[in-house]
């Protein structure tokens, strides 16, 4: 038990191995606070937006439509995400380590938090850049019929669907390029990277603001009229469908190994891009539920849809004809740079996982090698974009978005609770005479009560009763932790208003996993128990930990300026 539960101090974290050369594995650090805004919004704006937008605005799957409320449902989840974000920033400044919430989960959780987090955060970068390779090749698809050119069902097609169907064997093709090209410009070079996508951000910029500034021009404000159809029911359950399309802003904590100035910068690259993206993404669905009725844009492309819903429009001049049909050809290009900038950074982020697993002995330690020309984890890099680009080009996976939402809501939840118990343990070490949570742990102890209410009154076993139940006690417990609680050490960034503010992350997360749907519940342990195998059987044997070391003070967050030995060796 004892070997579960072990955990990492940031002096061990921030000290990194050598690879058995005398050379260290750390990562050359290239990226300025302007590159991480861009890697934020490269990955958060892809496929959430021109696909999953009109599904959560008209309704189906299972779930009802928000209708023109679909702006209330994205400001529910940037408040989530923000509140997560907050989080992540404290840890990412402190520990500027790849690794992202395994590495937090490592040193305040234990080694085997540790592993179902890294094991999870598969689901969010490998299994969901499946998805948007596979949407990013029917958009690739359309843009070049527009030139006359048709690619064979053969090579657009699954190979489980048309076996499934009896045609044959076929494969996704241009899924499998893409993939293959990401993996190829990622071995090269971070740099070389973030210089592309800075380029596809700008270029995705763009055409969304050419979308909203034409779109406001054919606006109809009657469509707005019935703003929520189905009340907050709908909205709610619009909120878990368009969480997709925030999935991305945590891929900047991995690169914080790659970072300059990482106290400063990680903070202003999650928090900025969340910011910048969250503008847009209201902006945008304004414009998109004013320009056609909200239960006619559940399509695959409802930019498009939208588009062309008004090029229908009776009494329209000649120029507006053309300008609008010249817009459709705008919106695919547009889907297209913003997927290709989103398989770029979640395949830049799930090698750097893999890596940092594979550093700490959890994977076999050839998954740590780094590239001696290109400063990059090339061996994990080759190896995902192999796995994903095949998968990508065989497989069906119209389930993994639901499955990528939970998936990456629990990572999230982890590293909310894991700044809760680090600064916890960090404030029972001190012996400072300030007392700074009482205000906020008051509030959260509110928050248990109306928890508490929330699940009495709530009807039996619905989701909000069950998030009640699981919240309440959370909370409780956190309160009353926090309560006379002495200052916790220095941090160079911290989320405000702790506990309440973690606490608000947790809840927020929970509820909206609890939108999803049974089945996706039990893929989803299925998942985790097939990584504890791996863990048991190879992880936990062959764990750095398993070496003792000379016991080390770890007195809590210090960045790697106030660490002259971590300095010295990243």
């Not at 999935?247 to 190994?257: K, L, N, R």
């Not at 080009?393 to 700044?419: E, Q, S």
Request: proline content about 5%; aromatic content about 10%.
């Amino acid at each position: 038990m004892n070997a579960l539960l072990r955990t990492k101090s940031i002096h061990q974290v921030m000290k990194q191995p050598s690879d058995g050369e005398g050379h260290h594995t750390g990562l050359k650090r290239v990226l300025g606070a302007k590159d991480l805004i861009a890697l934020g919004i490269g990955a958060i704006i892809g496929a959430g937006i021109f696909a999953t937008t009109g599904t959560a605005a008209a309704g189906g799957g299972g779930h009802l439509g928000a209708g023109p409320a679909i702006t209330l449902s994205y400001i529910l989840v940037a408040i989530t995400c923000g509140f997560c974000a907050l989080c992540y920033a404290e840890f990412a400044s402190v520990i500027p380590i790849a690794g992202s919430a395994y590495t937090y989960a490592y040193v305040t959780l234990g080694e085997l938090a540790a592993w179902i987090i890294g094991w999870d955060l598969i689901l969010e970068y490998a299994v969901g850049n499946v998805a948007v390779a596979i949407s990013w090749a029917g958009y690739f698809a359309s843009f070049v019929r527009g030139f006359g050119i048709h690619i064979s069902d053969k090579f657009m097609t699954a190979t489980t669907v048309s076996l499934h169907e009896g045609h044959g064997f076929a494969m996704n093709l241009p899924a499998l390029g893409i993939v293959l090209l990401m993996t190829v410009l990622l071995v090269r070079g971070v740099k070389e990277s973030i210089n592309f996508n800075n380029f596809v951000v700008l270029v995705k910029l763009a055409v969304l603001l050419f979308f909203v500034g034409l779109g406001f021009v054919y606006v109809e404000p009657s469509n707005w009229n019935n703003f929520a159809p189905n009340g907050w029911e709908g909205v709610r359950q619009a909120a878990a469908v368009v969480f997709f399309a925030y999935i991305g802003f945590d891929a900047v904590s991995t690169a914080a190994e790659e970072t300059e100035n990482p106290e400063k910068n990680l903070p202003i690259g999650m928090i900025g891009s969340l910011a910048i993206c969250t503008v847009l993404y209201i902006v945008i669905s304004l414009v998109m539920t004013g320009l056609a009725p909200w239960n006619l844009l559940g399509t695959a492309d409802p930019m498009a849809t939208a588009l062309e819903i008004v090029q229908g429009r009776p009494g329209l001049s000649e120029s507006s004809q053309k300008i609008l049909g010249f817009s459709h050809f705008v919106v695919t290009i547009g889907a297209l740079f913003s997927m290709t900038a989103v398989l770029l950074v979640f395949q830049l982020g799930q090698p750097r996982i893999f890596f940092s697993m594979a550093r700490d002995g959890l994977l076999p330690k050839f998954f740590a090698a780094i590239h001696p020309v290109y400063q990059t984890p090339h061996v994990t890099t080759i190896l995902t974009g192999v796995l994903v680009a095949v998968a990508a080009a065989f497989m069906d996976i119209a389930i993994v978005i639901d499955l990528c939402n939970i998936g990456t809501l629990f990572a999230f939840v982890i590293v909310c609770a894991a700044v809760l118990l680090l600064r916890y343990r960090d404030g029972r070490k001190s012996d400072s005479a300030v007392r700074p949570y009482n205000l906020s742990a008051n509030i959260t102890l509110l928050g248990a009560a109306l928890l508490v209410v929330m699940g009495v009154m709530s009807p039996r076993l619905s989701t909000d009763q069950v998030t009640a139940i699981v919240c309440a006690p959370i909370a409780l417990w956190v309160g009353l932790a926090y309560r006379g609680l002495p200052l916790a050490s220095g941090r160079p960034f911290t989320a405000p208003f702790a506990p309440f503010t973690p606490m608000c992350g947790i809840f927020t997360c929970i509820y909206l996993m609890m939108q999803s749907p049974v089945t996706t519940w039990i893929r989803f342990f299925i998942w985790l128990a097939a990584g504890l195998v791996i863990y048991f059987v190879y992880g936990m044997k062959n764990s750095v930990l398993n070496h003792a070391e000379p016991e080390v003070s770890d007195i809590g967050f210090r960045s790697p300026s106030q660490d002259p030995e971590a300095t010295s060796e990243l």
